[in-house]
C-alpha cells in the first residue's frame, strides 16, 4: 500500500511535471448577487441615497411638507453671515475637542498603565474601570447632573468639608459647565483604556530589561520604549477622537436640557443641527450644516494622517506610503 502510493506520488516529482491543476468551483453569477443583495440594499437605500438627497437639499429650501426650493448657496452664506448660533456651537466644539481629546488619551494610558501594575486580581480592576464606559451616555449624565450639583450634589459637599467655601456650579455655571462634561467623559475612558492597555502588553518586555542594565531611569524607559511604541495607538485614538469630538451631542443635550442652559455654553454643532432640522424644521440648512460637518472632519482627519509619518513609530514601518 505504502509503495503504491510513494510510486504515484514520484510520478509528479520528475523533472519538468506538476501536478494536475485543481478544477475550479464554479458558482453561478445570480448567487452571488443574492448573496451580496442585502449590503448593496443598505449601502444604496441607507447610505447613498440620504447622502446625494442632502447634498441636494443643502442648496434648497426644505421643510418637509413643501417641495424643495433651489435657492443655491443661500444656506452657506447665512452659516457665515447670519447665524450667531452656529459660530457659537462651532467654537463650543472646536474647544471641547482641543480640550478632551488629549486629557482622554493621558488618562486612558495612566489607568491602562495602573492595571498593569497588580499581580493579583488584575481581570477584577480592569473590569471595574470599563463598567463605566458600558454605562448609557443618558443614564450617566442624569447621575452626573446630580453628582454636580451645587447645593446638594456629594461632590460640592465634600469640597466644602475639605475647606473650599465657594465651589463650582458645575453645570449652572457657564465657565464649568464645558469642564464638567469633561470630567463626564473622563469618567468613561474604558473604552479607550482598553485598547492601551494591550498596546502596553504589547511592549517586549525585553526593551525594559536592556534598558535597566543600561541605567535607564522609570521615566526615561517610558518616554523612549514605551510612548514610541504606544504611538499606533495614540494615532488611532486621536482620529476617532477627533471624529467623534465633533459630533458630540446626547451628554451635552441632556445636560442643558437638565439644568436649562440659556447661556448655551454646551451648545455643540450637532446640537445646533438638531435644532435646525427638529425644531426649526429647516430640512435644508441643517444639511448644510452637516455637510461643512464633513468637510471639517475630513479635514482634520486628513491633517493627522499626513502628519503621522513624523511622530509614529510602526515596529515594522509606516502602514501609510
Known sequence: MLN?????????????????PRKKLKVPRLFIFLCLAPWLFGIIFFTAYPMISSFYQSFTRYNIIDKPVFIGLDNYERM????????????????????????????????????TRPKRGRNIYRTIFFLPSMVPAVAATIVFTYVF??????????????????????????????????????????????????????????????????????FQSFRFITLPLLTPVIFFSGVTGVIGSFQYFTQAFVASGQVNDYSKAMYFYATHIYQTAF?????????????????????????????????????????FK
Open 4 to 20: 503504491t502510493m510513494a510510486g504515484a506520488t514520484s510520478l509528479f516529482r520528475k523533472k519538468g511535471e506538476v501536478a494536475p
Open 279 to 319: 425644531k426649526a424644521y429647516e430640512m435644508g440648512y441643517a444639511s448644510a450644516l452637516a455637510w461643512f460637518l464633513l468637510l471639517i472632519t475630513m479635514l482634520c482627519t486628513l491633517v493627522i494622517l499626513k502628519t503621522q509619518k513624523r511622530w509614529v513609530h510602526y515596529p515594522n514601518g509606516s502602514l
Open 80 to 115: 457665515f453671515f447670519e447665524d450667531d448660533d452656529f459660530m457659537k456651537a462651532l467654537k463650543n466644539t472646536i474647544w471641547i475637542s482641543v480640550i478632551s481629546i488629549p486629557l482622554r488619551i493621558c488618562f486612558a494610558i495612566f489607568a491602562a498603565w495602573l492595571l
Open 149 to 218: 450639583n451645587p447645593v446638594y450634589g456629594p461632590i460640592n459637599k465634600g469640597l466644602e468639608f475639605v475647606g473650599i467655601n465657594n465651589p463650582p456650579y458645575w453645570f449652572l455655571d457657564p465657565n464649568w459647565s464645558k469642564w464638567a462634561l469633561i470630567i463626564l467623559g473622563l469618567w468613561g475612558i474604558g473604552d479607550t483604556m482598553i485598547i492601551f492597555l494591550a498596546g502596553l502588553l504589547d511592549v517586549p518586555k525585553s526593551l525594559y530589561e536592556a534598558a535597566e542594565l543600561e541605567g535607564a531611569s522609570g
